[in-house]
């Protein structure tokens, strides 16, 4: 499922789907690993400990082959939590990255991050 947000992030899951939700912060963080971004420019999208991970997975996700998002799928966990699970991959090799994104302050922030 592709979806499209505004430029401002919902306040709650109600007001989009998780799907959404997870696509957005998710293409953030994917951009920084395919080194398409670099961290600071997500930096209000991910939690200290996801940026710290991102720092240190980044140049080799930078130097290996063009990742493409392929899916995204998600599961509202509470009406300001989202678990989700994005594909990526190339031709030849498909990964998972998984996720947890939360709201807050208003921001919704990637708290959790594992690739699979």
Request: hydrophobic fraction near 45%; proline fraction near 4%; charge should be negative.
């Amino acid at each position: 499922m592709t979806a499209v947000l505004p430029l401002e992030t919902p306040e709650a899951v109600d007001e989009c789907s998780a799907s959404a939700v997870a696509a957005f912060v998710g293409a953030q963080v994917f951009d920084v690993l395919s080194g398409r971004k670099p961290v600071h420019q997500v930096r209000e999208h991910v939690s200290g400990h996801v940026a710290g991970l991102l720092l240190a997975t980044r140049l080799h996700a930078a130097q290996g082959p063009d990742y493409r998002l392929r899916s995204v799928h998600a599961c509202p966990v509470t009406e300001f939590t989202v678990e989700a699970c994005m594909v990526v991959g190339t031709q030849d090799r498909v990964r998972a990255l998984v996720l947890r994104v939360e709201q807050d302050n208003g921001q919704w922030v990637c708290t959790r991050l594992s690739l699979v």
